[in-house]
């Protein structure tokens, strides 16, 4: 069974870190591109970053360029987002999701982990 | 980047009927647009990629159509378990970009 599963969330301070991971299980992970893609509740989708199946290739969302680092480790089939100098407007359910094909789409998405920046 | 516009941001509509929605890009996309469904609480789940292909497993009531700035989602008998959110993204150019949701409700 195909499956991602996101942990790491929780509630942070403005201007601290947090680390997300996204569990990949069913299917060959090394072989695919991998994305985070957050959600404000009750608001639309903003895509955050992207990393190429071997992880030499990154891109960012504006909104996040320098501040978090997207990564992978193919021998534990885990993405991870390291998120630096949290501000309130990341307030968030963020989601990891597969490319279907290397800058396509996204064709499975994990549960979502919730991530509060607040005092 | 890239603007997408979908209309209607919402729409009431039975069971059994044919509901359209139209995403807008702000510049030509060729075909690199796709569509996702959202039932509350839950992850997105693709439905259609490159304008027109049906995801595996997505009922055949789905479809798409569209080029260059213009596309369609249509389902073609609305069924209860279709009562959701959809959105449309871009996948040309970064940053990828997605429209701002239609809410599909029971009428």
């Known amino acids: 069974q195909v499956q991602l599963v996101e942990s790491g969330g929780g509630v942070v301070q403005p201007g601290r870190s947090l680390r997300l991971s996204c569990a990949a299980s069913?299917?060959?992970?090394?072989?695919?591109?991998m994305h985070w893609v957050r959600q404000v509740p009750g608001k639309g989708l903003e895509w955050v970053a992207i990393?190429?199946?071997?992880?030499?290739?990154?891109y960012y969302a504006d909104s996040v360029k320098g501040r978090f680092t997207i990564s992978r480790d193919n021998s534990k089939n885990t993405l991870y987002l390291q998120m630096n100098s949290l501000r309130a407007e990341d307030t968030a359910v963020y989601y990891c999701?597969?490319?279907?094909?290397?800058?396509?789409?996204?064709?499975?998405w994990g549960q979502g982990t919730m991530v509060t920046v607040s005092s | 980047d890239i603007q997408m516009t979908q209309s209607p941001s919402s729409l009431s509509a039975s069971v059994g009927d044919r509901v359209t929605i139209t995403c807008r890009a702000s510049?030509?996309?060729?075909?690199?647009l796709n569509w996702y469904q959202q039932r509350p609480g839950k992850a997105p789940k693709l439905l259609i990629y490159t304008a027109s292909s049906l995801q595996s497993g997505v009922p055949s009531r789905f479809s798409g159509s569209g080029s260059g700035a213009d596309f369609t989602l249509t389902i073609s008998s609305l069924q209860p378990e279709d009562f959701a959110t959809y959105y449309c993204q871009q996948s040309y150019s970064t940053p990828w970009t997605f429209g701002q949701g239609t809410k599909v409700e029971i009428k």
């Open positions: 999701a597969k490319d279907r094909k290397w800058l396509e789409a996204f064709d499975i």
């Open positions: 069913g299917f060959t992970f090394s072989s695919f591109g």
């Open positions: 990393i190429s199946y071997d992880g030499r290739n990154t």
């Open positions: 510049q030509s996309i060729s075909t690199y």
